[in-house]
T-cell receptor, first 111, second 120 residues
Framework: TQLLEQSPQFLSIQEGENLTVYCNSSSVFSSLQWYRQEPGEGPVLLVTVVTGGEVKKLKRLTFQFGDARKDSSLHITAAQPGDTGLYLCAGARGSARQLTFGSGTQLTVLP | GAGVSQSPRYKVAKRGQDVALRCDPI?????LFWYQQALGQGPEFLTY????????KSGLPSDRFFAERPEGSVSTLKIQRTQQEDSAVYLCASSSSFVRFDRAVNTEAFFGQGTRLTVV
């Protein structure tokens, strides 16, 4: 059983559409991060959220951390082909420094 | 260097062969992590170092896996007698994380490009 469940697993949309990716858990996380990974590369950090209810915006990307710090969402507005990639959420629990990753959402944005 | 560097990028090993994967973390980062990533999946934690001390190796799948970081900088992940199920991408990450009031902070991890291991 995955500690962090991501949905959907796969998403294929047209350029210009909006989308939301979800990351859910029954566990509380002290912080949660979103990464994007392209083929043949390591994950690249997009954002870190640490406070319950926190919302962060990064250009067309909006990240939200749930009030109870158990879930998060990533919303992309007007998706572009350059947004294509594997989106991973990852959380740190308590004093543990290693990250627990979700299974990822593979996003494909078609031109 | 500016980022986390891993070598080799690709490794093909015959079943039963030993392999060694190298990670050069970001200078000054005390925390170093090894993760294993299967195709299309999220990375799975293998082991964690704080400086030269291996504080957590709970994710290592078997005693064939061994990691070291003798001088608190470069790390090596060694896999003995490789099996086909060891085929995966091995990712190294470093961070400046620390614990404050029983809560880990600065947990952002900076990843290398990974080593793709194929066991044939």
């Amino acid at each position: 059983t995955q500690l962090l469940e991501q949905s959907p697993q796969f998403l294929s949309i047209q350029e210009g559409e909006n989308l939301t990716v979800y990351c859910n858990s029954s566990s509380v996380f002290s912080s949660l991060q979103w990464y994007r990974q392209e083929p043949g590369e390591g994950p690249v950090l997009l954002v870190t959220v640490v406070t319950g209810g926190e919302v962060k915006k990064l250009k067309r990307l909006t990240f939200q951390f749930g009030d109870a710090r158990k879930d998060s969402s990533l919303h992309i507005t007007a998706a572009q082909p350059g947004d294509t990639g594997l989106y991973l959420c990852a959380g740190a629990r308590g004093s543990a420094r290693q990250l627990t990753f979700g299974s990822g959402t593979q996003l494909t944005v078609l031109p | 260097g500016a980022g986390v560097s891993q070598s080799p990028r690709y490794k093909v090993a015959k079943r039963g062969q030993d392999v060694a994967l190298r990670c050069d973390p970001i200078s000054g980062h005390v925390s170093l992590f090894w993760y294993q990533q299967a195709l299309g999946q999220g990375p799975e934690f293998l082991t964690y170092f704080q400086n030269e001390a291996q504080l957590d190796k709970s994710g290592l799948p078997s005693d064939r896996f061994f990691a070291e970081r003798p001088e608190g900088s470069v790390s090596t992940l060694k896999i003995q007698r490789t099996q086909q199920e060891d085929s995966a991408v091995y990712l190294c990450a470093s961070s400046s994380s620390f614990v404050r009031f029983d809560r880990a902070v600065n947990t952002e991890a900076f990843f290398g490009q990974g080593t793709r291991l194929t066991v044939v």
